[in-house]
T-cell receptor
Framework: GENVEQHPSTLSVQEGDSAVIKCTYS??????FPWYKQELGKRPQLIID?????GEKKDQRIAVTLNKTAKHFSLHITETQPEDSAVYFC??????????????FGQGTILTVHP | KAGVTQTPRYLIKTRGQQVTLSCSPI?????VSWYQQTPGQGLQFLFE???????NKGNFPGRFSGRQFSNSRSEMNVSTLELGDSALYLC????????????FGPGTRLTVT
């Protein structure tokens, strides 16, 4: 089955700096890669996703890049703000075959943005 | 549209008891997935339902079961509770046939004593 590794486990930055979180996946059939933000005591919130036919996607201050050959994808947050502080999870799923509804998650990155 | 809702939000049970958790998906979403979230194991997939059929199941013992109703609402049941079942149980709904793009509910915090 799919295995997703996420690094780093904790990340501390100053307000205004950029933050990068990296994930690698094992199943070459995976073709959908979402990122979730989970604030303390809240639900995971889908913040951006990318499909395997796209190399990069941006949405305001966040962007995701995908390297299918190396089987890794990354989340980039620019101009970080204190409200970006949360746990971020990457995930992967092959949308073909029988892996219906089964997102495989990385272990999470605790991002702290210091004012 | 209203988001995914889950009831109850908090639950305290004793070892050996059973529990039923409920999930109402976003209107129009037919796929519902369930996850267990713990500090040690992270987010782990339990099962997925689509149009009342379980299409996928994770590596959890048979004590964990679920079902989906014709209105796409889903329930999961855990029988013979163990201390290790203490966790946040999250459900997520998806409008896609593959169940890929998922939107999460707030979760049910289950504590087993």
């Amino acid at each position: 089955g799919e295995n997703v590794e996420q690094h780093p486990s904790t990340l501390s930055v100053q307000e205004g700096d950029s933050a990068v979180i990296k994930c690698t996946y094992s199943d070459s059939a995976s073709n959908y890669f979402p990122w979730y933000k989970q604030e303390l005591g809240k639900r995971p919130q889908l913040i951006i996703d990318i499909r395997s036919n796209v190399g990069e996607k941006k949405d305001q201050r966040i962007a995701v890049t995908l390297n299918k050959t190396a089987k890794h994808f990354s989340l980039h947050i620019t101009e970080t703000q204190p409200e970006d502080s949360a746990v971020y999870f990457c995930a992967a799923i092959p949308t073909g075959g029988t892996s219906y509804g089964k997102l495989t998650f990385g272990q999470g990155t605790i991002l702290t943005v210091h004012p | 549209k209203a988001g995914v809702t889950q009831t109850p939000r908090y639950l305290i049970k004793t070892r050996g008891q059973q529990v039923t958790l409920s999930c109402s998906p976003i209107s129009g979403h037919r796929s519902v997935s369930w996850y267990q979230q713990t500090p040690g194991q992270g987010l782990q997939f339990l099962f997925e339902y689509f149009s009342e059929t379980q299409r996928n199941k994770g590596n959890f013992p048979g004590r964990f079961s679920g079902r989906q109703f014709s209105n796409s609402r889903s329930e999961m049941n855990v029988s013979t509770l163990e201390l290790g079942d203490s966790a946040l149980y999250l459900c997520a709904s998806s409008y896609t046939r593959t169940g890929a793009e998922q939107y999460f509910g707030p979760g049910t915090r289950l504590t087993v004593t």
